[in-house]
């Protein structure tokens, strides 16, 4: 249903004359009917000027310190400041807070907030009917709506007749509380976002005090804008409160939580965290050489607040002059770290070929964005995993490790410091714009429960040459690891050559001999695959342990949320499905044959054309399948749910013939049923039709509410 244009107006002349009222102080009031939900799912959008990113991140924070569980989806721009009012500048954030575990941000939200008519048109079609929408009513004027592309206000033409429509005046009401501050009128309609974060704050029962708390720390250098975004955000609380335009609000209990010490984390600011950690774990100096570049630049900034921890970061003046300074400094006994997306890959991948014959440790963090070239720069993808594993000219293995959640961003860190000090290699660690930027709560680790990463220098010689004297070779392998010593430049007697020219083995001069060369890639290769030996089995979700389900869903990287709750749902309809994810990705697991091999068949999600199933499909003469999707958003559960239930209709399984699926927009949806709620599937999922024995959101053993939105 749609509210009658005359009762928003009603609304808005009541109101006009209470603005001393609506910006009085607040507090949590239970108000007259409070409905209480298990989860909701909330997207804000507005121009890229309007502070919408800063509007969910508090909700989103407010949200997690109440106790309720997160996951959220900043949805920007690439440009810094489109034209306002425009498609191209709009900018989104979702957000899910539930009462229980969830996994993903929300397949389709429970209400949109627009904040003018791009904001609208560019979001309606994630709607679904019954969907509650809040508009700024004052921004719906003739010229906004033009630049919009719409031909009519859909506010009164009728189109939205399918939704909860509340047309709020957001501008004017906030301009009129910023006469009180004595702000000019431009510089007051800039705080609408904050009425918009009180009015929704109100609709879903959020604690006042932390936001306000928020606020005059965030401004306090600037009094007069957090006074009058403070009474902006009253404003839109206490509108909410006593306009009488809501029939009622809304309430999601905390989730139940284990004991520790929580924090908000975004999947940047985690692995920044991870890579101080494990430069303390190794007592190594921590040193950062990075070029700035979307969306991985939010690592060099914590990783510069952080020099008490001994940690020197060095913004480059390119992406190669950063990997060269990190190379330096891994050659100087630090432990040498370098940023980047896939155009500055691209660039480091002579150097990180250089670091594969050098033989020194070092972390090339990739956070992945679409490509290729300049891409979307602040889209995600998954497309950088054969650029990671191949992309270098010769034979230059490097280990490979990729993150799954924003939290997991720290463990995954570590992980990669621990190989590389501990083989002397590059490592590079794959995140993607939807970990960096998406958060999440995350309990901090006990810190005697994280990895120990022991590292030992070379202090003297390690060879006798055949005169009888002590020398040093700077080749000579580690038995068990295949690892070259580690010789920090001054030590006496311990002075040798470093460069890209191939080295003799163990004596580390310049050989142009063939034999030499053929030893020195196999020694390199051999050590990147002794890896797998020091790395744990690739875990497998399977109730009816290994090989009892029909189909396995293989992942890797930031689609584990949606995989596991699309698992979850497919389960619900009775199907047996196991779920697998990836965290080491060159070399595997050692059980990963072994795991493969236990199903009839295997489904593999990416948001790539498919670069891990051609792997699996080559090194295991396994039947896998794989689905893809890159429309610079992450997949959602209902998608991997239809992509199962199509593999197993097929009493065969997939075939090699049909390798892959895709999620695309011309794909068919799931055919509604009407016994489900609207938020149970989505508009871009792959055809399959509804379970006839137990509808799509029935719920798990494990799990008895949200199924729809996990």
Not at 114 to 134: D, F, K
Not at 242 to 251: D, G, I
Request: glycine share 10%; proline share 8%.
């Amino acid at each position: 249903m749609r509210l009658p244009r005359d009762t928003t107006a009603t609304a808005r002349g009541r109101h006009t004359g209470l603005v001393d009222n609506l910006g009085a102080a607040v507090s949590v009031v239970i108000p007259r009917h409070t409905q209480e939900l298990d989860r909701v799912v909330v997207r804000f959008a507005g121009d890229s000027g309007d502070g919408i990113q800063l509007t969910g991140t508090q909700f989103t924070s407010v949200s997690s310190v109440f106790g309720n569980d997160t996951a959220t989806l900043p949805d920007f721009p690439a440009e810094i400041r489109a034209p306002a009012g425009t498609l191209a500048g709009v900018s989104a954030f979702q957000v899910q807070i539930s009462d229980h575990d969830i996994l993903t941000p929300g397949d389709v939200p429970n209400a949109l907030v627009a904040m003018n008519p791009a904001a609208l048109r560019a979001n309606l079609e994630l709607m679904m009917p019954g969907g509650t929408i809040i508009v700024n009513g004052d921004a719906f004027d003739e010229r906004a709506l033009e630049k919009a592309g719409y031909q009519s206000n859909p506010l009164a033409d009728g189109s939205l007749a399918a939704f909860t429509v509340y047309e709020v005046p957001m501008t004017s009401l906030t301009m009129e509380v910023g006469k009180e501050v004595g702000v000019k009128p431009r510089d007051a309609e800039r705080s609408k976002n904050f009425f918009a974060l009180g009015l929704v704050s109100w609709l879903y029962s959020r604690p006042v005090e932390p936001t306000i708390e928020w606020i005059d720390r965030r401004f306090a250098g600037r009094p007069q804008i957090g006074e009058v975004n403070t009474k902006a955000f009253r404003a839109g609380y206490n509108f909410g409160e006593t306009a009488e335009l809501f029939e009622s609000n809304y309430q999601v209990r905390p989730a139940a939580a284990a004991p520790g010490t929580y924090t908000n984390v975004t999947g940047n600011t985690a692995l920044a965290w991870g890579l101080i950690a494990a430069a303390q774990l190794a007592k190594l100096p921590l040193f950062l050489g990075s070029y700035p570049i979307t969306p991985a630049s939010d690592i060099l900034h914590e990783l510069s607040k952080q020099k008490h921890f001994g940690v020197r970061t060095m913004q480059a003046e390119d992406e190669i002059a950063g990997i060269g300074a990190a190379i330096g400094a891994a050659f100087g006994g630090a432990l040498g770290v370098t940023t980047t997306s896939g155009p500055g890959l691209d660039l480091k991948s002579e150097s990180i070929g250089l670091a594969v014959a050098l033989e020194l440790p070092l972390v090339i963090v990739d956070v992945q964005r679409g490509g290729p070239s300049t891409g979307l720069p602040t889209k995600t993808e998954q497309s950088d995993l054969l650029h990671a594993l191949y992309g270098r000219h010769g034979e230059s293995p490097v280990p490979v490790v990729a993150a799954s959640t924003p939290s997991h961003c720290f463990d995954a860190a570590i992980e990669a410091v621990r190989i590389a000090v501990t083989y002397r290699t590059p490592v590079i660690l794959l995140s993607d714009g939807y970990l960096a930027n998406g958060t999440e709560p995350w309990r901090l680790p006990d810190i005697e429960s994280l990895p120990e990463i022991p590292v030992v220098f070379a202090t003297e010689p390690n060879h006798t040459d055949p005169d009888g004297r002590a020398v040093f070779w700077p080749y000579e392998r580690d038995l068990q690891t295949g690892a070259r010593p580690w010789a920090v430049p001054g030590t006496p007697g311990l002075e040798h050559r470093i460069g890209g020219l191939e080295k003799a083995h163990g004596s580390g001069s310049v050989s142009y001999d063939g034999a030499n060369h053929e030893r020195m890639v196999r020694e390199r290769a051999d050590k990147v695959a002794g890896v797998a030996a020091s790395i744990a089995p690739v875990k497998v979700d399977d109730p009816d342990g290994l090989g009892g389900a029909e189909l396995l869903v293989l992942g890797w990287g930031s689609t584990f949320g949606a995989i596991a709750a699309g698992v979850r749902r497919a389960r619900a309809r009775g199907l047996r499905v196991a779920h697998a994810h990836l965290v080491h990705l060159n070399p595997f697991p050692e059980n990963l044959a072994a795991v493969l091999r236990a199903y009839q068949s295997v489904l593999v999600p990416e948001t790539n054309l498919g670069q891990l199933v051609r792997l699996v499909r080559a090194e295991y003469l396994v039947d896998a399948r794989g689905l893809a999707k890159l429309q610079g958003l992450p997949f959602r559960a209902a998608e991997i749910e239809s992509a199962i239930v199509a593999a197993m209709a097929s009493h065969s399984g997939p075939s090699a013939g049909a390798m892959f699926a895709s999620t695309t927009p011309s794909a068919p949806a799931v055919p509604p049923n009407p016994a489900v709620p609207p938020n149970a599937s989505t508009p871009s999922s792959t055809a399959v039709p509804p379970s006839t024995a137990v509808p799509p959101n029935a719920s798990t053993p494990s799990s008895t509410r949200g199924a729809s939105n996990r």
